[in-house]
């Protein structure tokens, strides 16, 4: 390979909105098999917004909102900032921690409260109603988020917000396939929801419920078992998997630290800049060859 050509390569990468880190990067994408897709700002909008709210017997619409809403406004999760954006925030935080892959927790207006997924709550032995736990399970066969509320020993509702899938997304995926790559959906949510998203983009295989720290792991594993792997993710949460895949791309509209950990910075927000890039790879290194 010479580094004229590879040059040219990542000069015509940066032209389409693509940047390369280095020109040795392109090397690595030739014998990716297969693509890992994070969900939540990658193969969907990662915009939501707060569709329904129901509620345990004898809790109010109102202050839900009111404590929740004040405690996700400390938060920078998509599923936060729809919560808070229907938050009245007159209420007082006093505390705040994030659980990754789980939720937030803290004190508001001295109330110990929880906001995320029932096994947060679960934890704080705070269940789901049975009507409540129905409720859930149907928002997330329907390709919702759902998230549970609780504070004071008791779990108090259920918040439900969606997600789009973004309108480019299922070109890409058929365009990744053609190009002889097995998508695969990687996520934190559930398999309701990632199933759902999945049938919708045209993704066989799904590897849901991840906690963030695992993420590596999953790359890992396809690794161990001969896969040749390319990571694309946006969330802070990428950063590692991103690293560890043979050829990590972060979306552009991610944060800084899962462009730091990759290869390739895929500077327009839409998924089918990923099969430009391997196909801008592979050209280049078939011109050299
Ligand atoms: P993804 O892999 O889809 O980007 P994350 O790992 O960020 O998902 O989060 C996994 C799950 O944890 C979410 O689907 C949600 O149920 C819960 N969660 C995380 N952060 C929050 C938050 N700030 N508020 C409520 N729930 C949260
Ligand atoms: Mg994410």
């Known amino acids: 390979a010479t580094p004229t050509a590879l040059l040219v390569g990542t000069g015509r990468g940066a032209q389409m909105g693509i940047l390369i880190k280095g020109p040795e990067v392109l090397e690595s994408t030739r014998r990716i098999d297969t693509v890992v897709l994070d969900k939540t700002g990658t193969v969907t909008a990662g915009t939501m917004s707060l569709t329904a709210v129901h509620l345990a017997e004898g809790e109010s619409r109102e202050e839900v909102l009111r404590l929740a809403g004040a405690l996700e406004h400390a938060s920078e999760h998509p599923i936060a900032r729809a919560i808070a954006r229907e938050a009245r925030s007159d209420a007082t935080v006093e505390s705040f921690a994030n659980v990754e892959g789980l939720g937030v927790q803290g004190v508001v207006d001295g109330h110990a409260v929880l ?14 109603p049975a009507d409540l736990e129905r409720e859930l399970a149907d928002e997330q066969a329907e390709g919702r988020t759902a ?6 020993g008791r779990a108090r509702a259920v918040l439900v917000v969606a997600d789009v899938v973004k309108p480019t997304s299922k070109e890409a995926i058929e365009q990744l396939k053609a190009l002889g790559l097995t998508p695969v959906l990687l996520t934190g949510d559930n398999e309701a929801v990632a199933r759902s998203v999945a049938a919708e983009v045209g993704i066989d295989q799904v590897i849901a419920e991840v906690l963030p720290a695992d993420k590596v792991d999953v790359v890992k594993r396809l690794q161990s078992e001969g896969k040749v792997v390319a990571m694309v993710g946006d969330g802070v949460n990428d950063a590692a998997a991103l690293a560890q895949a043979d050829l990590g791309l972060a979306m552009g509209t991610g944060t800084d630290a899962a462009i730091e950990a990759s290869d390739l910075t895929l500077v327009r927000g839409d998924l089918k800049v ?3 890039a391997i196909r801008l790879a592979r050209r280049t290194l078939k011109v050299i060859k």
């Not at 998230?147 to 004071?152: P, S």
């Open 115 to 128: 906001v995320g997924r029932p096994r947060l709550l679960a934890e704080w032995s705070q269940h789901l």
């Open 147 to 152: 998230v549970a509320v609780g504070w004071d």
């Open 274 to 276: 990923a099969p430009d």
